[in-house]
């Protein structure tokens, strides 16, 4: 994997929520086929699953209400329509959740394969947020990404 132009970091926020602009990135991006081959086998599943879970709205629709227009917020108050409201309390501790993934949890000993697997030992990686991150050229670290 590499930089992957007009898809941003997992930690850029919409609505008070990490990685939902992402996930749209990835929806737009594969539709209009600028989504690099190593992508396509995530799109739906793992993060997108969890996200779409979480605002209780299948991926299928999801995708299907992304490529159909509107901006980022628009379509997050669409989905919150269809899959119910949010608490900014219930977005905090989501986004939370998510950017920890993989530090010290049962996902930690598949992120330590991942690390090596992409050449990225002695990052100080310790999410899978900052896995992608490094992964695609940005250091989160160095940025305090989780602070946005």
Same mark, same amino acid.
């Given at each position: 994997m590499s930089n992957v132009p007009g898809l941003r970091s997992c930690y850029d926020k919409t609505g008070g929520l990490v990685y939902f602009g992402r996930?749209?990135?990835?929806?737009?991006?594969?539709?209009?086929g600028k989504l690099p081959a190593d992508y396509h086998a995530n799109v739906g599943i793992g $993060?997108?699953?969890?996200?779409?879970? $979480?605002?209780?709205?299948?991926?299928?629709?999801?995708?299907a209400r992304t490529l159909a227009g509107g901006t980022d917020e628009e379509i997050l108050a669409w989905a919150?329509?269809?899959?119910?409201?949010?608490?900014?309390?219930e977005r905090n501790v989501w986004s939370r959740f998510m950017t920890k993934i993989g530090w010290r949890d049962d996902r930690a000993p598949v992120l330590k394969q991942r690390i090596a697997e992409y050449g990225l030992t002695g990052k100080p990686i310790e999410t899978f947020f900052d896995l992608n991150e490094y992964d695609e050229g940005r250091?989160?670290?160095?940025?305090?990404?989780?602070?946005?």
């Open positions: 996930m749209l990135d990835k929806i737009r991006l594969h539709a209009a $993060f997108d699953a969890r996200t779409c879970g $979480f605002l209780r709205v299948p991926h299928e629709e999801l995708k919150l329509e269809r899959g119910g409201p949010r608490t900014e309390d250091d989160p670290v160095g940025t305090q990404a989780w602070l946005k």
